[in-house]
């Protein structure tokens, strides 16, 4: 199984601020990783997929980038709406596993 | 637009099993590779399986082997997962997915308390 590493599992951040979530593969996974944000007691919403492509209706705040084993979410301009969870998934093998999270607070 | 409807909460009794239904609109069932995806409280995304609607081929997370079951209906666009021996551990909201690039399409969650 494909491993995904996320850091850090938590941040504390202000609105306006910038923010870099990362997340490293046990092994390189060709671009084919997506994100995703989860607020408290909803479903996850796909934010990024192949590792740089903004999903449909994403803000452009949020930026993908990385290749092979490594990868970052970049959220330019973090606004009151951003402050939850965020998972990142690999799909290119089975099992689709997932980061552990990284939670982004008020600071 | 595409959207997927999950079947309401479920309580039952450890070493029983529970069945959670999916039901998928909006878009053609037959083209998306469907997963369940479940969550423990205050824990992460833990994914279970995967069915092709299209012939009905199965992938289940290796822990869940023996235990877990994907089945699809074509006729009512469903997507059905079933769950045997249940445990405490297995106490978590369960997700359906649809895979289009990532998963684009999410239900709302389905709560199985054991």
């Known amino acids: 199984d494909i491993q995904m590493t996320q850091s850090p599992s938590s941040l504390s951040a202000s609105v306006g601020d910038r923010v870099t979530i990362t997340c490293r593969a046990s092994?390189?996974?060709?671009?084919?990783l997506a994100w995703y944000q989860q607020r408290p007691g909803k479903a996850p919403e796909l934010l990024i997929y192949?590792?740089?492509r903004l999903e449909s209706g994403v803000p452009s705040r949020f930026s993908g980038s990385g290749s092979g084993a490594d990868y970052t979410l970049t959220i330019s301009s973090l606004q009151p709406e951003d402050f939850a969870t965020y998972y990142c998934?690999?799909?290119?093998?089975?099992?689709?596993?997932f980061g552990q999270g990284t939670k982004v607070e008020v600071k | 637009q595409a959207q997927l409807v999950q079947s309401g909460a479920e309580v039952k009794k450890p070493g029983a099993s529970v069945r959670v239904s999916c039901k998928a609109s909006?878009?053609?069932?037959?083209?998306?590779?469907m997963h369940w995806v479940r969550q423990a409280p205050g824990q992460g995304l833990e994914w279970l399986g995967r069915?092709?609607?299209?012939?009905?081929?199965?992938r289940y997370a290796e822990k869940m082997q023996g235990r877990f079951t994907m089945a699809w209906d074509t006729s009512t666009t469903t997507v059905d997962m079933e769950l045997t021996s249940l445990t405490s551990e297995d106490t978590a909201v369960y997700y359906c997915?649809?895979?289009?690039?990532?998963?684009?399409?999410w239900g709302q969650g389905t709560r199985v308390t054991v």
């Open positions: 998934q690999q799909h290119y093998g089975l099992p689709r596993t």
């Open positions: 069915i092709n609607p299209n012939g009905g081929t199965t």
């Open positions: 092994q390189g996974i060709g671009y084919s």
């Open positions: 909006g878009f053609t069932f037959s083209g998306y590779y």
């Open positions: 192949a590792a740089s």
């Open positions: 997915a649809r895979e289009g690039s990532g998963f684009d399409r």
